[in-house]
């Protein structure tokens, strides 16, 4: 999920979370579902699909909703699903997504699939045990985590990696015939906190981690869009434009990273010694090119012969509001300095 800003765009229903403000602003948000593979020795991401909000439902949940459906639609059988934090475990399987990795939350819990022995008295047990991966307080109480199934360490450089996980577990408020996945927790002490994932493979925790890490290079699209061909910055009003110009920007950041990865890298400059294949670089170069003039193009696509002669250029040409006039509190406008009215 990306957004592309609009902070004074009138009647804009739709927002965005922004870290840095801690809250959401409004945005043009567009759901990327893309499939990660290789160009030569670079690892890219090819655009599947760009999921709109619904205009009738521009909630975030409703949108999330939306592209895990697209993202189960578009996955083939070789497939795994890889998502960030803040899509959710029930919203995966009311997808039928069957081969998943997601990055759960520290607080997630899960409950035991299997019922646990019936100690002899009482009331027998409906339902499994209660899984909590993470210790945690809640209204000044400690939370204990629960013992794991397995552990697992490996070596990477120095240091030791960690990693703990549950099996055959449900949602804790579905049936126990529910569809079960795993819970595992990495702990690396290069991270200032454990990676917490949850999946459906019966793989190791090893490849769980590299499964996950993997799905970066989707962030490549909006990165290219944004940055590289400076859609961060959008003029457009009409609901449709609004929509399509985020589209057609994530479409074209993904046609520059794929050119960049199949040509030849072109240093910036002299100080660029080891160049890579970049789409910063790219554009750069096409920057310093004149655009075909004779290349056939469709009637619809000509340019504007709009009159921009008579416009203040430089300075004047900025649209600066001149600032208001502070008028004295204890100056009268109908009276003068002497009392007399003028």
Not at 141 to 163: F, M, N, S, Y
Not at 255 to 283: C, E, N, S
Request: hydrophobic share 40%; glycine share 8%; with cysteine.
């Amino acid at each position: 999920m990306t957004g592309f800003w609009r902070p004074r765009l009138q009647g804009c229903a739709t927002s965005h979370y922004d870290g840095r403000a801690g809250k959401a602003l409004p945005a043009i948000p567009v759901g990327i579902v893309a499939r990660v593979g290789s160009v030569g020795t670079q690892r890219l991401g090819l655009t599947l699909a760009l999921v709109r909000a619904d205009p009738a439902d521009p909630s975030t949940v409703a949108h999330e909703r939306a592209l895990v459906r697209a993202a189960v639609a578009a996955q083939a059988a070789h497939d795994v699903l890889v998502l960030d934090a803040g899509f959710e475990i029930r919203q995966l399987q009311e997808a039928g997504a069957t081969a998943y990795v997601v990055r759960a939350a520290k607080n997630v819990t899960g409950r035991r699939a299997i019922l646990p022995d019936y100690p002899g008295r009482g009331r027998p047990r409906t339902r499994g045990e209660l899984i909590r991966p993470l210790a945690r307080t809640y209204r000044g109480r400690e939370l204990a985590a629960t013992a794991p199934d397995q552990v697992v360490t490996w070596q990477e450089g120095d240091a030791v990696i960690r990693a703990e996980q549950w099996d055959d577990l449900v949602l804790p408020d579905v049936p126990r015939d529910s569809p079960t996945f795993r819970i595992v927790v990495v702990h690396d002490p290069r991270w200032a906190e454990p990676l917490v994932l949850a999946t459906t493979l019966a793989v190791s925790a090893r490849a769980l981690r590299d499964l996950y890490l993997d799905r970066w290079p989707v962030e490549q699209l909006p990165l290219a869009a944004k940055q590289m061909l400076g859609a961060a910055r959008a003029f457009v009003s009409t609901p449709e434009t609004c929509q399509r110009l985020p589209e057609l920007a994530l479409l074209a950041g993904s046609i520059l990273t794929y050119l960049a990865a199949t040509q030849p890298a072109v240093p910036t400059g002299a100080w660029d010694r080891r160049p890579r294949p970049t789409p910063g670089r790219l554009r750069r170069l096409l920057g310093h090119t004149v655009f075909p003039t004779t290349f056939p193009l469709p009637d619809r696509i000509r340019q504007k012969a709009a009159v921009t002669a008579h416009l203040p250029t430089g300075f004047w040409g900025q649209r600066r509001r001149p600032a208001p006039v502070p008028v004295p509190s204890s100056a009268s406008p109908t009276t003068s300095t002497h009392g007399k009215v003028p």
